[in-house]
């Protein structure tokens, strides 16, 4: 499903009616982050968030893994596996996984370390140990009590902000902000850090540190002196399109799909013929050509769609080095 609107406006009349079903949710979801977490016997690093919707952990995810790689560590990447059927724990084979089995970000994770899925996160932290891991990046699991964490990194979006501040579902926050911020270790604001300022304001206790998704060069120089069909199945579509737009290239038709969205081959056929009809290249993210991968039904879909691969850039780069190295010792 697309998020509210009014989740990203001034807190108006929906927001204001669902008020008390949000001052439920909101105290349940702070009950549960005090718990202690069970230790995982080595560190443990997370990637999470505020706000449902995508601020960018998943590229967070794998510049701390390629930190700790480049450290000598051995990192596993953990995810929940948002989206597939296999409630693990297992470890990701992108050779014979697909989306649909264990969601579409630990086919990104893969690329960059060992990833495990699963449902349940301790499991999922021993079997990562038991496989030569001495350090475990969580993809998303800030709010879950499950593990306990040496360093949870909080990233922001700075275009989106945290949206009207309300908790869900009067507002896009996973949890109310004072209890989320008082266990979080650092924020990452990635794009402008407009939005974001608030937010620094209310953790001047917190390192915050300053980031943006560099489109792949590369992946660019193809798309040059082509009009493009960009479609994306994310928590902020808006912001592929954007990061297009920015980069110079000419996007003549968008399409936004919901986060996590399972493509169908009537959407597929869909894409593909308003495609050909307009003579235009079909791109979109990672995240969605990996949903797309190994689907019977969607491989023509999968073929003439150029993925956009994004890598996350800090301008801390020393500092956040040092914050990553320094938790998992």
């Not at 909101?26 to 919707?53: D, E, F, K, S």
């Not at 926050?173 to 604001?189: D, I, N, S, T, W």
């Not at 597929?268 to 993210?285: D, F, I, M, Q, Y």
Request: hydrophobic letters at 50%; aromatic letters at 4%; charged letters at 20%.
């Amino acid at each position: 499903m697309h998020e509210p609107a009014f989740w990203w406006r001034p807190r108006g009349p929906a927001a204001r009616l669902l008020a008390p079903v949000a001052a439920v949710y909101g105290g349940i979801a702070a009950w549960r982050m005090a718990q202690a977490g069970h230790g995982a016997g080595i560190p443990v690093v997370c990637i999470g968030n505020l706000t449902v919707g995508g601020a960018g952990k998943t590229p967070t995810a794998i510049a701390v893994a390629d930190l700790l790689r480049q450290a000598g560590r051995q990192p596993f990447l953990l995810s929940r596996g948002y989206g597939g059927t296999l409630p693990g724990p297992l470890r990701v084979d992108p050779s014979r996984h697909r989306a649909r089995e264990i969601g579409d970000e630990p086919l990104l994770l893969a690329r960059a370390a060992p990833t495990i899925v699963a449902a349940d996160r301790v499991a999922g932290a021993e079997l990562a140990r038991q496989q030569g891991a001495d350090v475990i990046v969580m993809d998303d699991g800030f709010q879950n009590p499950a593990l306990s964490k040496n360093l949870s990194i909080v990233v922001v979006d700075g275009r989106r902000g945290i949206g009207n501040g309300a908790v869900l579902p009067a507002g896009p926050l996973r949890a109310p902000l004072a209890p989320q911020l008082e266990r979080a270790h650092a924020l990452l604001v990635i794009g402008p850090p407009a939005l974001a300022a608030a937010i620094a304001a209310t953790a001047r206790h917190l390192p915050i540190f300053h980031g943006r998704l560099a489109p792949d060069p590369s992946a660019l120089a193809a798309l040059q002196g082509r009009n493009v069909l960009a479609f994306a199945g994310i928590g902020d579509p808006q912001k592929f399109f954007t990061t297009l737009v920015e980069a110079g290239v000419a996007v003549a038709a968008r399409q936004a799909i919901p986060d996590h969205h399972r493509y169908g081959a009537a959407e597929a056929a869909a894409l593909l013929a308003r495609a050909a009809r307009e003579g235009l290249t079909l791109v979109s993210t990672e995240k969605d050509v990996a949903r797309l991968a190994g689907e019977v039904e969607l491989q023509a879909l999968a073929a003439q769609t150029r993925a956009l691969p994004v890598a996350l850039v800090i301008e801390e780069t020393a500092a956040f080095r040092d914050l990553v190295i320094g938790a998992a010792s």
